[in-house]
Nanobody, 124 residues
Framework: EVQLVESGGSSVQAGGSLRLSCIAS????????MGWFRQAPGKEREGVAV???????TYADSVKGRFTISQDNAKNTLYLQMSSLKSEDTATYYC??????????????????WGQGTQVTVSA
């Protein structure tokens, strides 16, 4: 059974940094399409960053230059390094995974597996 467990969410002041982690189990991590998504109250879920099976990354325009997605295959862990945080980054952040080819790996892909979410709150 595939499981994703996020951690690292916290309350920070604007301009601060956080690193989210997502520990995966139940599959061969390195071949999967991985992503970070977020959902703020009253808003639709949006894709933040995606990492495909060959190491390519894509980001939402709102986080480009501030967020970095990466993975440690030895630890089966996906990361989201967030810096220069803004109040509009406040949301619940979710890790997601999908067993798909790298050329179909994008935020709009119907990801199969999801974590429980971790809360990030940025105060002005």
């Amino acid at each position: 059974e595939v499981q994703l467990v996020e951690s690292g969410g916290s309350s920070v002041q604007a301009g601060g940094s956080l690193r989210l982690s997502c520990i995966a189990s139940g599959y061969t991590y390195s071949n999967y399409c991985m992503g970070w998504f977020r959902q703020a109250p009253g808003k639709e879920r949006e894709g933040v960053a995606v990492l495909d099976g060959v190491g390519r990354t894509t980001y939402a325009d709102s986080v480009k230059g501030r967020f970095t997605i990466s993975q440690d295959n030895a630890k089966n862990t996906l990361y989201l390094q967030m810096s220069s945080l803004k109040s509009e980054d406040t949301a619940t952040y979710y890790c997601a995974a999908a067993d798909t080819f790298h050329w179909t790996c994008r935020a709009s892909y119907p990801f199969t597996y999801w974590g429980q979410g971790t809360q990030v709150t940025v105060s002005a």
